[in-house]
């Protein structure tokens, strides 16, 4: 009798596109601000980017952060057009909720927010109306059946910082704060992944962190990173500084510590990253620069953009 031959599928192969913070203030949302870039993000398995503030109509702001704190700018109280949504629909699958603008007015602000996101079919994560809402994994499963996870966190440092942000808890909205008492080794961290990834197969962190504009990660974002990776998590992805940080591979995974601003009213040098894998298993990725020039996001020259990448590049060199 001849041997059964077993034969293991091969594992297909999917991308993700990651771009980094969308700030649409002062930005018309008929000026089709991402066109010239959209196309990147729509050939994509899944394309991400964090919504960095809330689009609504919604007119009281948080009084979590003082008129004394945003005279002297040390806070920023940011929303934008609701008819931003139309820069977003068909463009994007997942949307990160958790930072420091997303309640910047309020629950109605919040709301709006979702909704607008819910009607578009744009998915997203680290905000809801409590804390078992917020902490939730959105689900996207592909067409060869992978089911990719997102969990999305406020990974600021302080207690304070995050209470300014309106973290959610058991009875009351807000985001996924992760207080982790300044230790980014903590043992929570395995918690939270493993809770995830009993509804997925590929786990996607998205985590707002680190130091307003500094292209060099610290070392909390390093080791939480890290400790995120060695918990079980499959790609990080970075957010905050404003500002482009280096990346890694750990124990052959992916960590994007910071991809900067992906649409700002400010000029400012940016990039989108496409990452490539093969079932669960992460193959290549790679840097495309870009940049904000009066309220729209643009490519660089075919003349300029070897040099830029080259200056992108050189960051990863910066992860100790």
């Not at 009084?63 to 002297?72: F, G, L």
């Not at 820069?87 to 949307?95: I, P, R, S, V």
């Not at 870009?290 to 830029?308: C, F, L, Q, V």
Request: proline letters at 6%; aromatic letters at 8%.
């Amino acid at each position: 009798m001849l041997p059964i031959l077993m034969t293991l599928a091969t594992p297909k192969p999917w991308t993700l596109v990651a771009g980094g913070d969308i700030m649409f203030y002062g930005i018309g949302a008929k000026t089709a601000p991402l066109n010239e870039i959209a196309s990147t993000f729509r050939r994509a398995d899944i394309a991400y980017a964090n919504l960095e503030i809330p689009i609504t109509s919604a007119q009281t702001p948080t009084r979590r952060k003082t008129a004394e704190e945003i005279k002297a700018k040390h806070q920023f109280i940011l929303k934008a057009d609701p008819g931003h949504i139309a820069n977003l629909k068909g463009t994007f699958d997942l949307l990160s909720l958790a930072n420091n603008h997303a309640m910047d007015y309020g629950v109605k602000g919040l709301n709006e927010t979702k909704a607008l996101l819910d009607k578009a079919g744009i998915q997203h994560s680290g905000a809801g109306s409590n804390v078992a809402e917020a902490i939730r994994p959105t689900i996207k499963t592909l067409p060869n059946g992978i089911r990719v996870g997102m969990i999305s966190y406020l990974a600021f440092m302080s207690t304070g910082g995050l209470w300014k942000c309106t973290p959610a808890t058991s009875k009351t909205p807000g985001l996924a704060g992760l207080d982790l008492g300044a230790n980014p080794k903590h043992e929570r961290v395995k918690a939270i992944v493993k809770a995830a990834k009993k509804n997925c197969d590929f786990l996607i962190v998205a985590l707002h962190w680190g130091i307003e504009r500094q292209n060099k990660p610290t070392k909390y974002q390093i080791d939480l990173g890290r400790n995120f990776i060695n918990s079980g998590a499959d790609v990080v992805l970075g957010a905050h500084p404003h500002r482009l940080q280096g990346r890694e591979i750990y124990k052959g995974k992916p960590i994007l510590y910071s991809m900067g601003n992906l649409i700002s009213p400010l000029p400012a040098a940016s990039a989108i990253y496409t990452l490539r894998f093969d079932g669960t298993k992460f193959s290549s990725w790679d840097i495309r620069p870009m940049r904000n020039a009066g309220g729209k996001a643009k490519w660089y020259s075919t003349k300029d953009e070897p040099a830029i990448k080259r200056q992108i590049l050189a960051l990863d060199k910066l992860i100790r």
